[in-house]
């Protein structure tokens, strides 16, 4: 039973176009991520939510907008995208916020932006 | 200068040789130091957490950090093949609102040979 699971697992699109990415996790965790790795594995924190809340919004353009429907679900639309969007996104969620709390990824969404 | 520096290889080894890597960060506030691995194209997965200096052994697996040089490392004894993947350092610091946020290096690719 998948733990954090993504959907797409891939997404291929145009410039410009606006395209969501979907989260859940079944670990009953109350906190949950969007990180990005670009093509040299460089993997970056974006936002964190906790119980819903957002506390971590790195510098990311506004095109970016997370949304947690709830404790399970965390998901990433985006705006208008462009070349440079184009990574992995990986979802990740852990047990409260401290620093301790091991975060499991799920496995990832490949965007291509064309 | 990255807050954190990790070499990014890649470094290939002979099955059974030692492995060491070495990730080294600028920012005091770091408090918690890890590792993750990250086979292809999975997501990131935490193999070894440690937060004070010194070394943590876990079977082949050996975390060192030294927080008075600001240096952290993993050695691999008796590599495998199936250690063949990316591995990630990452450090957790303080970023207010109770939580804490999580800074990865770039990742070291590594290849054990059979």
């Known amino acids: 039973d998948t733990a954090v699971s993504q959907t797409p697992k891939y997404l291929v699109t145009q410039m410009g176009n606006d395209k969501s990415i979907k989260c859940e996790q079944n670990l009953g965790h109350d906190t949950m991520y969007w990180y990005k790795q670009d093509s040299k594995k460089f993997l970056k924190i974006m936002f964190s939510?906790?119980?819903?809340?957002?506390?971590i919004n790195e510098t990311v353009p506004n095109r970016f907008s997370p949304k947690s429907p709830d404790k399970a679900h965390l998901n990433l639309h985006i705006n208008s995208l462009e070349l440079g969007d184009s990574a992995v996104y990986f979802c990740a969620s852990s047990q409260g916020t401290s620093g301790l709390n091991e975060q499991f990824f799920g496995p990832g969404t490949r965007l291509t932006v064309l | 200068q990255k807050e954190v520096e990790q070499d990014p290889g890649p470094l290939s080894v002979p099955e059974g040789a030692i492995v060491s890597l070495n990730c080294t960060y600028s920012n005091s506030a770091f408090q918690y130091f890890m590792w993750y691995r990250q086979y292809s194209r999975k997501g990131p997965e935490l193999l070894m957490y440690?937060?004070?200096?010194g070394n943590k052994e876990d079977g082949r697996f050996t975390a060192q950090v030294d927080k008075s040089s600001k240096y952290i490392s993993l050695f691999i004894r008796d590599s495998q093949p199936s250690d063949s993947a990316t591995y990630l350092c990452a450090m957790t610091r303080y970023s207010g609102a109770g939580s804490y946020q999580l800074t990865f290096g770039k990742g070291t690719k590594l290849s054990v040979i059979p």
């Open positions: 440690t937060y004070s200096s």
């Open positions: 939510y906790n119980n819903k809340e957002l506390i």
